[in-house]
């Protein structure tokens, strides 16, 4: 297994910081008046330019036309359909930990690739339940809604972490918390879009699985206090 609680904060080959050259901080400050911007204007245009751009730009995306849907239901199906690609794209971020998990190990108090399971396959039932949900409401599941395509683009980076050959087990558990506070929250505007909607039988299956990710929210954090914890430790015994 390769370390990585030992390792995470041990001084390296970083020279990122100036703070110790300040010779070279000075050559750097006197560079940008010997090369200025090739272009005019300053941060003013740039802003200028985003709003001009954003009040010229398409939609991004459109819910199709149907005639087996209503126009009230359109919202949930555009939440459900952000949940689906998260629930899709939950199931290889966790594939993905799973990985880095088998090649670090990991540490007292961390969870087991057993339990890293359970919650992969659970990612992968929530996936299939909004998939029915969707089905039930007259929507077509393989639709990428327009909440869907934000939220592919938002949780790109987040891939990107655990698929770096670079990073550590637990550097990728502290990069998943953020998927899971995302997803806690999605899933109670969900159930709040149901409830408003009044659909009752759709609000008790989306609560549920609310409920489940609130629990990987909280194993997620205590294995995360666990790592803090185990940090300490190492850090400790090699004063």
């Not at 730009?57 to 005639?67: C, K, L, N, Q």
């Not at 939950?90 to 399971?117: C, H, M, N, V, W």
């Not at 039988?201 to 989306?206: D, G, N, P």
Request: charged share 20%; aromatic share 4%.
């Amino acid at each position: 297994m390769k370390p990585q609680l030992e390792t995470s904060t041990t001084p390296g080959a970083n020279h990122t910081g100036l703070a110790v050259h300040p010779q070279q901080l000075q050559e750097m400050i006197e560079g940008t008046a010997e090369f200025p911007p090739t272009s005019s204007g300053g941060p003013a245009g740039i802003a200028e330019l985003r709003v001009a751009y954003a009040r010229a730009g398409e939609p991004h995306a459109t819910m199709p036309t149907s005639s087996t849907v209503s126009a009230a239901r359109l919202p949930l199906i555009d939440k459900l359909g952000a949940r689906l690609q998260f629930e899709r794209t939950g199931t290889r971020l966790y594939d993905a930990l799973i990985s880095k998990l088998d090649a670090y190990g990991s540490f007292e108090g961390g969870p087991s690739r057993q339990q890293l399971l359970e919650i992969r396959e659970q990612e992968l039932g929530h996936a299939l339940l909004v998939q029915d949900l969707i089905k039930s409401l007259g929507g077509d599941p393989t639709v990428i809604t327009p909440c869907a395509s934000v939220q592919a683009t938002a949780s790109k980076g987040i891939g990107d972490v655990l698929l770096d050959p670079r990073t550590s087990f637990v550097e990728c558990l502290e990069t998943i918390l953020v998927a899971e506070l995302a997803d806690q929250e999605s899933w109670a505007a969900l159930v709040r879009a149901a409830e408003a909607l009044g659909e009752s039988s759709l609000t008790q299956k989306i609560t549920r699985a609310q409920q489940t990710e609130v629990e990987h929210l909280t194993k997620v954090r205590g294995w995360l206090e666990a790592a803090d914890q185990a940090r300490t430790k190492v850090a400790r015994s090699t004063r």
